[in-house]
């Protein structure tokens, strides 16, 4: 190896920090966000029903950071600290301080549209989404709207809903992620409310701690 080679320090790739600017990284403190009504009856952010009627609100960036705070959330159910650099970057984003930046803008927009609220040195998020409002229904197209009404007076008989829990436990059992049973429950012909309501359901008893004496 030559005099020459040795002089030159090692390149770092760009996407590899130095200890210096990963202690320097802003972070803020995610906490979940504690509503009995909608952690009872909203909706999963990884949900069709977030895909088809809050996509068109929130916009693609907000939704897809929405997902990605409430699955944090999932594995840490007290809370987390983010990393705003990292987060972005793996959105395929740039974190900039400025307001201006599309991840600034998500974040905002989340806030702007009830899914976060700040709180001291960070945000607290919800971890279920409510139903969109009639405010912004109205702003939607017809064929959407038209989508919303049937999506929401439709009547879930016991059947159906039985059979498609089972469904869901079936593929949770194959190895199938939470975040996939609703999408997988449609393509076996299951309806879209009752898919929901059914991977919903599964999912969360999944999730459930064991009772005593079967840990």
């Known amino acids: 190896m030559s005099d020459a080679t040795l002089s030159h320090p090692p390149r770092r790739l760009p996407d590899q920090p130095s200890s210096e600017e990963s202690a320097s990284r802003p972070v803020v403190c995610i906490r979940p966000w504690i509503d009995p009504v909608v952690d009872q009856t909203g909706h999963d952010p990884r949900s069709r029903y977030v895909e088809i009627f809050w996509l068109g609100v929130l916009g693609p960036t907000a939704t897809w950071l929405t997902r990605r705070l409430a699955a944090g959330l999932e594995q840490s159910p007290d809370g987390y600290d ?30 702007m549209f009830g ?10 998020v919800r971890r279920r989404i409510p139903p969109v409002s009639f405010r912004h229904l109205q702003r939607m197209p017809d064929d959407v709207q038209m989508a919303h009404a049937n999506w929401t007076r439709k009547t879930v008989g016991l059947d159906e809903l039985t059979r498609a829990h089972r469904l869901a436990l079936v593929l949770l059992d194959t190895g199938d992620d939470t975040s996939v049973v609703e999408h997988h429950l449609i393509a076996l012909g299951v309806s879209d409310a009752v898919a929901a309501e059914a991977a919903d359901n599964a999912c969360q008893l999944a999730a459930a701690p064991p009772p005593p004496g079967n840990a």
């Open 82 to 111: 983010l990393d705003l650099t990292a987060t972005a970057r793996a959105m395929g984003l740039r974190y900039s301080t400025g307001r201006s930046s599309p991840f600034s803008k998500a974040l905002q927009r989340c806030v």
């Open 115 to 124: 899914l976060a609220h700040p709180i001291e040195q960070g945000l607290a």
